[in-house]
């Protein structure tokens, strides 16, 4: 394990001396991973240097044992070398962790897509549940977001809302949550007070960069519409709103948020840029896949992973068998108690098959 922390420290010294050179932003692409790399061997560097000082005690500590002849003194040492033993443990599995490969999109920005399932009014009811569920864990984690389309249900909540969320580590927080949430439930709309099963799917997808995916104009074709539904003379009648088609990938977006048609195609753009980002990543992930399963973090959006029952006020996460019984904190925001688990098995997996 030495071996490879003085490697690490290697690593973190080169990459420093090439951020500063002067000529280090003259590639973007380059500086954006160079960046991400320093500042992830940073915090094992920093791991590194405290564990490399708990060594050096261990060995004074030691000396003084085979030195000392005083049975007073010798009995402080040994529960101070216990103790050193204890710290060395801790962090040796803290560093084991921060050693393990991260995924390179782990640091981007996060794109969180929701939109009502099986289940009607109430549906989109719980789709906007889950949207102000997500929201207040960003603002726990001191995040932002920022919403970027909405298509509101007839009785409250969302048929579709996607958002950007902004903050350290975003996506790599995110990204356990793609998949089928179902709720069971009285839903308001219910006169005889029978719990009903309804469904949203989340779709979590990193943020793409201009420079993460090249989109060609040609394979690229827009119709310019008037919009529907609310909204007033002019949004009715002038052609604000956008259709995109992705030739390559069949991949539809529509805008209609905005008055401007300018600013309803830089959205549709951003938005059709993100999800040909990710249906590429998919495709890595399932070639990845061969080699390594992961139930956790698989992205499967067609797989129910998450149950939500409120009578009963339990969450369970399907994947890895976890059940808690805490459901009005978890739907405020307090989602640490379930993601936190989802990552420790997503590594515990990777050290299981030798990715680390």
């Keep these: 394990m030495l071996d490879k922390l003085k490697n690490i420290a290697h690593r973190f010294e080169e990459v420093k001396l090439e951020l500063s050179k002067p000529d280090a932003v003259n590639d ?48 402080m040492a040994k529960e101070e070398l216990s103790s050193l033993e204890d710290e060395k443990e801790e962090m040796e599995a803290v560093i084991k962790d921060l050693m393990i490969p991260k995924d390179p999109e782990d640091s981007k920005n996060v794109v ?16 906007g549940d889950l949207f102000r569920m997500y929201s207040r864990y960003a603002e726990k984690k001191g995040w932002q977001v920022a919403i970027t ?13 996607i958002a950007v969320i902004s903050g350290e580590d975003a996506f790599g927080t995110m990204k ?40 060609n104009d040609a394979d690229i074709e827009i119709e310019r519409t008037t919009s529907t539904g609310p909204g007033g003379q002019s949004v009715n009648t002038t052609y604000s709103a956008i259709k995109l088609f992705h030739k390559p990938t069949g991949i539809r977006v529509s ?22 980002y990710d249906l590429e ?4 992930h399932e070639e990845r896949s061969s080699l390594r399963k992961s139930y ?46 989802l990552r420790l ?5 990777k050290l299981k098959e030798g990715s680390f």
């Design 255 to 276: 805008m209609q948020d905005e008055k401007s048609q300018l600013k309803n195609l830089a959205k549709a753009m951003k938005v059709l840029r993100n999800r040909v």
């Design 149 to 161: 389309s909405i298509q509101e249900g007839t009785s409250g909540g969302f048929k579709e809302i």
């Design 176 to 215: 356990f949550e793609s998949g089928v949430h179902r709720v069971q439930r009285v839903p308001a709309t219910e006169s005889q007070g029978r719990i009903h099963t309804s469904a949203a799917t989340v779709a979590c997808m990193p943020e793409a960069e201009e420079f993460d995916i090249e989109l």
């Design 28 to 75: 973007m692409k380059a500086y954006t991973a160079l960046t991400k790399e320093y500042k992830d061997l940073d915090k094992i560097v920093s791991k590194i240097r405290d564990y490399e000082l708990v060594l050096t005690n261990i060995d004074s500590t030691k000396a003084l044992l085979h030195s000392e002849k005083d049975e007073e003194m010798r009995e």
């Design 345 to 349: 098995a997503e590594n515990a997996e």
């Design 296 to 341: 956790v973090s698989s992205g499967d959006r067609s797989a129910k992973i998450r149950t939500y029952n409120f009578p009963q006020g339990r969450v369970t996460d399907h994947r890895i068998n976890l059940t808690l019984y805490n459901l009005g904190p978890i739907m405020d925001g307090d989602l640490d108690g379930i993601i936190e688990p």
């Design 281 to 284: 990543l998919q495709k890595r």
């Design 112 to 127: 969180l897509e929701i939109r009502a399932g099986t289940g009607g009014d109430e549906a989109s009811i719980f789709a």
